[in-house]
């Protein structure tokens, strides 16, 4: 049976006792050192996560804000449109609204 190609690490472990093959420890860690590290780490991951927030907000208020802008643009037009076409219209039998023009 061939050793899957994603699990090149597993050849090192007997497959019976989960032990390593040459009988060798794996790297040393300093564990004292890596968990005093995490306050930093935690530290920075807050600061990276308070920007990445801010910016998705800012992008969010751009996006409300142009399609303001867009909803406006286009009242704009439809009321030139009904001020330009009023007669074309009424003639019709299509009555708009009077409100719609302040």
């Given at each position: 049976k061939e050793e899957e190609a994603w699990a090149t690490m597993l050849v090192d472990y007997d497959k019976e006792t989960g032990q390593r093959k040459d009988n060798m420890p794996g790297p040393n860690f300093d564990h004292k050192a890596v968990l005093e590290e995490f306050q930093y780490q935690d530290e920075d991951l807050n600061?990276?996560?308070?920007?990445?927030?801010?910016?998705?907000?800012?992008?969010?208020?751009?996006?409300?804000?142009a399609a303001d802008a867009y909803l406006e643009r286009e009242k704009i037009l439809?009321?030139?449109?009904?001020?330009?076409?009023?007669?074309?219209l009424l003639s019709n039998g299509i009555a708009p609204p009077k409100d719609i023009f302040n």
């Amino acid at each position: 049976k061939e050793e899957e190609a994603w699990a090149t690490m597993l050849v090192d472990y007997d497959k019976e006792t989960g032990q390593r093959k040459d009988n060798m420890p794996g790297p040393n860690f300093d564990h004292k050192a890596v968990l005093e590290e995490f306050q930093y780490q935690d530290e920075d991951l807050n600061k990276a996560f308070f920007e990445e927030f801010r910016a998705f907000a800012h992008f969010q208020l751009l996006v409300v804000n142009a399609a303001d802008a867009y909803l406006e643009r286009e009242k704009i037009l439809f009321q030139k449109f009904l001020r330009e076409n009023r007669f074309k219209l009424l003639s019709n039998g299509i009555a708009p609204p009077k409100d719609i023009f302040n």
